[in-house]
């Protein structure tokens, strides 16, 4: 990490900048998947556990995104996407978001401890940990599969939310795990294929800038084929049932879809149209996780009356 002082902006940091510092795009994703794992999860919840289960993972998610936002300043400056967040702009001190994310990381898994079970406290714990310390400040500057094994962090949520209902792993939790694992690499390379020059700029070594784009969209096809069984065998657990099965076969067909279209395209096809195609399957991945992780809602929600799980 390179040593960044806050410059002198005009202004000083407001609320809206510390919270942009959590990271709060990721975070409600965060807490969507481990909302829904808890929800799913066999054991029922007393509303006010469950909250306070949330909010914890939330926090954490926080913590991370703090934490990550502190090591990459250096290479956030670097890069138009990022180059507006709080620290590189100079509205926010590295040291305060040091500061703000040890602390909320603390918080956050204590009271997880005391509120709910060890499992998931030590759970939410480790996903801090392989964000901020495996990913962030290992894995992102020294190796392109720096999203396989990084992605790990993000899918550790509806694990963690499994964990705050049941106070333990199971099957059904791996397999949530699984499915962001797999979804992770060809989403975030399909980004990468129209901010290449983001990456490049910032010496991250991506996939797309040490192997070129033919490579990356060799990878984002396997990934996407690997990913679909996956998807598809929660449909047979205790939490799948028609409608997720449903869901999984349409969504899993349009994402295979537009990586085959991704594969069959080449830099020329690419840079003729904007990058079309490649940002048209970034969007199709968005919409994949939470078609994914609605029905599995839907699954337990309709059960009562009979209309979910087989």
């Known amino acids: 990490m390179t040593d960044i002082s806050a410059q002198d902006t005009g202004r000083e940091a407001g609320m809206g900048d510390y919270f942009a510092l959590l990271k709060p795009r990721v975070m409600s994703l ?32 926080g913590a991370s ?17 990022t180059a507006k967040r709080p620290i590189p702009s100079g509205r926010v001190a590295p040291e305060e978001a040091l500061a703000i ?74 397999l949530m795990f699984a499915l962001i694992f797999m979804w992770t690499p060809p989403h975030f390379w399909a980004l990468a294929l129209f901010v290449k020059s983001d990456y490049g700029n910032a010496g991250v070594p991506m996939l797309t800038v040490t192997h070129g784009r033919r490579v990356t969209r060799n990878h984002i096809l396997g990934y996407t084929l690997a990913l ?47 990058h079309a195609v490649e940002k048209r399957v970034f969007r199709i991945s968005l919409y994949y996780l939470f078609a994914h992780f609605s029905a599995l809602l839907a699954e337990t929600a309709l059960a009562p009356w009979g209309l979910g799980g087989w």
């Not at 759970?123 to 992605?151: C, D, E, H």
């Open 30 to 61: 965060v807490i969507f998947t481990a909302l829904v794992g808890l929800l799913v999860a066999p054991v029922p919840v007393h509303p006010y556990i469950g909250f306070v289960g949330i909010l914890c993972i939330a926090v954490g998610a």
């Open 65 to 81: 995104g703090a934490l990550n936002m502190w090591w990459d300043a250096d290479i956030d400056v670097k890069m138009k996407r």
């Open 101 to 174: 994310g040890l602390t909320l990381s603390v918080f956050s898994v204590v009271l997880l401890a005391l509120a709910t079970n060890f499992v998931a406290a030590g759970l939410l714990a480790f996903t801090i940990f392989f964000y901020a310390v495996v990913y962030s400040m290992w894995l992102k500057r020294s190796t392109p599969q720096n999203i396989v094994i990084g992605g790990a962090a993000g899918a550790f949520p509806p694990m963690v939310g499994w964990a705050v209902a049941t106070g333990s792993v199971s099957v059904e939790s791996a």
């Open 228 to 274: 679909v069984p996956v998807a598809l065998g929660i449909a047979f657990t205790s939490i799948g049932g028609p409608i997720y099965l449903a869901v999984a076969v349409v969504m899993n067909a349009w994402f295979l879809k537009g990586a085959v279209a991704l594969w069959k395209r080449d830099d020329a096809a690419s840079e003729a149209d904007n």
